[in-house]
């Protein structure tokens, strides 16, 4: 029998015919799935039940949300399914970060990188980062993931799958500290999905993580940034500026030309944030593009009254692209030049650069091969 799995309707319960549309109840916020229960004729606290035994406690198969009776479980098997990932592969780097790669229901790849922090009193803080796009359409000129090209967008379910998967995979006892939309994607060019799966994510009945836990990393879509801070509040925003004038910017963050410097701080300086809110600007170190101590004193004033923080990440390389990392002294000046100019700057190491898990080292390499091919 062929199944045909919907994200989105409701089946139609009286349809007792083989072709009956399943549907995938991941990504479903809790008004859909009381929704989906109401039209079964069950009552609503049916959905919540549902809703919990799938966000709350991860369980996948029906059958065990042992506080639903036999009869509608029975039913529901027939009806829906809780999608799932499953590792395709999993990577771990000498630093014991580790690298996920998850094949999506149409054959797609995306990665999911989880990072482990220890700390002074032997524990462990973990912090996974996840993928919002197969591919990504801002083309910059420093990042894998570019090379890809843009594929299609995640939805909120696919978004939210990665976590939920991830987290079956920490060792017992543990949970995520921090979440970041910082892998494969511009997560603001998948705005409704992006917001959807901070739902999910925060959601009190569900996975139930405060949205400060929680960072947006963005290329700078300055419309869309305030959009979902407004629809989102308190979840972190981490803005990539990578340059402090529009000339260098645009040529190695295309979507540059269309939402220059002017405009993206402009925004970030009139974002509704809270007061313990700051923004942290993530900025790529680039050997003789973006790394002088001019670019750090143009940065500074830029910045010059903006609750933030910055973040320098000197760059992660990968074959057949023609930048430079920056000599770690180069890297400490403009750290230097930017904390003298008052500003907190750290320099972020890279976690799991020997498993390509680093920022921007991110993608299917297939999707990259074929790209190329079709370009030759
Ligand atoms: S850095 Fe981010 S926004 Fe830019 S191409 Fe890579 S994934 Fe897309």
Redesign the pocket.
């Known amino acids: 029998m062929e199944l045909m799995v919907s994200t989105k309707n409701s089946p139609d319960w009286r349809d007792d015919s083989p072709a009956q549309e399943i549907t995938d109840l991941k990504g479903m916020g809790e008004e859909e799935i009381i929704e989906f229960c109401l039209e079964a004729g069950e009552p609503a606290y049916r959905g919540r039940q549902i809703f919990s035994w799938i966000y709350a406690k991860g369980e996948t198969d029906l059958d065990r949300m042992s506080d639903l009776p036999r009869a509608f479980r029975e039913e529901l098997a027939r009806r829906a399914r809780v999608g799932w990932l499953e590792p395709e592969k999993v990577e771990k780097g000498a630093d014991g970060t580790e690298k996920f790669l998850w094949r999506l229901g149409d054959g797609n790849l995306v990665e999911s990188v989880r990072v482990p922090m220890p700390l002074p009193d032997g524990k462990t803080r973990w912090s996974l980062c996840i993928s919002t796009q197969v591919g ?1 359409a ?3 000129a420093f ?1 894998l ?2 090379k890809m090209g843009f594929v299609r967008q995640l939805s909120a379910g696919e978004i939210v799958e990665q976590f939920l998967a991830a987290r079956r995979l920490l060792p017992e006892g543990e949970r995520y500290h921090n979440v970041v939309f910082m892998g ?3 997560p603001l060019d998948n705005l409704e999905a992006s917001v959807a799966a901070v739902r999910l994510l925060t959601h009190p009945k569900g996975v139930g993580m405060s949205p400060r836990r929680l960072t947006l990393s963005t ?1 700078g879509i300055a419309p869309k940034l305030l959009e979902f801070v407004r629809e989102v509040p308190g979840v972190g925003v981490a803005v ?1 500026l990578h340059a402090a004038d529009d000339v260098t910017r645009g040529k190695i963050v295309p979507p540059n030309r269309k939402w220059p410097l002017n405009e993206i701080l402009t925004t970030c300086r009139n974002l509704p944030l809270s007061e313990r809110q700051r923004i942290t600007f993530e900025y790529v170190l680039l050997s003789g593009v973006n790394d002088s101590p001019e670019d750090a004193r143009k940065l500074a004033g830029l910045l010059r009254g903006i609750r933030c923080k910055v973040n320098l990440l000197p760059w992660n390389p990968f074959p057949d692209v023609s930048f430079e990392r920056p000599a770690d002294s180069r890297v400490g000046e403009f750290r230097r030049i930017l904390t003298q100019s008052g500003l907190d700057a750290f320099v972020r190491q890279s976690k799991g650069l020997d498993i390509r898990a680093a920022c ?1 080292q991110l993608a299917d390499d297939d999707k990259i091969a074929d790209r190329a091919g079709r370009r030759s």
């Open positions: 990504c801002m083309g910059c990042c993931t570019a494969m994607g511009e290329v990539s921007g």
